[in-house]
């Protein structure tokens, strides 16, 4: 019997619809609603007490998680009537994309699933973080929060479960809207969402290294601030190293998989921008860096392994986009 090569027949099509600012989105979504899983998780599983600390970053969580669909919204449908300030052309397409969130119109699944998401997370997340309004910083002296905060008291355990639940989901939902793009290798890859869970975790531990070292907090909260700080720091060694892993295997089955696949990888491989900038600088440097001042006690170098792991987010969902190539001919 002789084997064919069909591979000669294939074409190879970059994408160009799904640019940087899906890529801001992907990553500002993962962070924030790690950010929010985090804090719930440490509360609520490890019993530690920061209010100021879980309170802001949920918050922020919820911030960045919503700033970040607006890029998806601009990028997917107008970005250049936005440079170009057409006003009313960007709010037809907001009521169209939200239309289409709430009645389940004709966008692909994972977007209702992904709307979903964000909206549960920023409610249960904004409700936990104002349950603990009464001891935050700055939230604690505003009246009306800290009556909020004494109403919610009661169901704060539900809230902080309901704010770990749906964060996860946010962060995987980011790995899973790309995979069911099946003639994009790159993109239809089984590890996408794990990679990109593992990551989102990743920069969200680089966000509390960054709190726990510029902000020391007072005599009540300080070394609890301080424990958690060297944990995250241990925390984020250990999910770089699966990281590590998760790409090596994830380009390890584009390589062996099959011919598109194989076209991703050496594309990647002699990509300076994705070996050096990702890879090296926003991955493995970082991990050294981090494994130093954790376990020499350096702490200088914190805040930069920190910066640097969070470009490494950036760029790992910019280049997973930048990779998006559709392998032609794909039966339908």
């Known amino acids: ?122 409610l249960f997340g904004t409700l936990w973080a104002l349950s603990m309004a009464d001891k935050a910083a700055i939230l604690k002296h505003i009246g009306f929060l800290k009556k909020i905060a004494n109403s919610l008291k009661p169901i704060q355990g539900f809230l902080g479960w309901m704010t770990m639940i749906f964060g996860f989901a946010v962060a995987a939902y980011t790995g899973l809207l790309l995979s069911v793009a099946p003639s994009i290798p790159a993109w239809s890859h089984p590890l996408l969402p794990v990679l990109f869970v593992i990551s989102a975790l990743s920069t969200a531990t680089a966000w509390y290294m960054l709190w726990t070292y510029f902000a020391k907090g007072g ?35 584009l390589y062996y998989a099959y011919a598109g696949g194989k076209y991703v990888f050496h594309h990647a491989i002699t990509n300076v921008g994705f070996m050096v900038g990702f890879l090296l600088i926003g991955v493995i440097l970082p991990w050294i860096l981090e494994f130093f001042a954790a376990k020499k006690h350096i702490r200088i170098l914190v805040p930069l392994a920190a910066v640097l792991v969070l470009v490494g987010g950036f760029l790992l969902r910019y280049y997973i986009l930048k990779f998006g190539i559709y392998t032609y001919p794909w039966p339908s």
């Open 1 to 122: 019997m002789i084997a064919l090569d069909y591979s000669q027949f294939l074409t190879f099509e970059p994408q160009h619809h799904w640019r940087i600012g899906i890529a801001i989105y992907l990553f500002l979504g993962g962070l924030g609603a790690s950010m929010g899983l985090i804090a719930a998780l440490y509360k609520h599983i490890f019993k530690k007490e920061d209010p100021s600390m879980f309170a802001w970053s949920t918050l922020l969580g919820v911030l960045l998680v919503n700033f970040g669909g607006i890029f998806l919204i601009l990028d997917m449908f107008v970005w250049e009537s936005f440079i170009h300030g057409h006003i009313f052309e960007i709010f037809k397409v907001l009521l169209a994309f939200f239309g289409a969130a709430l009645f389940h119109g004709n966008f692909h699944p994972w977007i209702q699933w992904g709307a979903n998401f964000i909206a549960l997370f920023s």
């Open 219 to 253: 005599d009540d909260v300080k070394e609890i601030r301080e424990k958690i700080g060297h944990q995250v720091e241990w925390a984020d060694i250990g999910l770089i190293t699966f990281e590590l892993l998760a790409i090596a295997a994830y380009f390890n089955y």
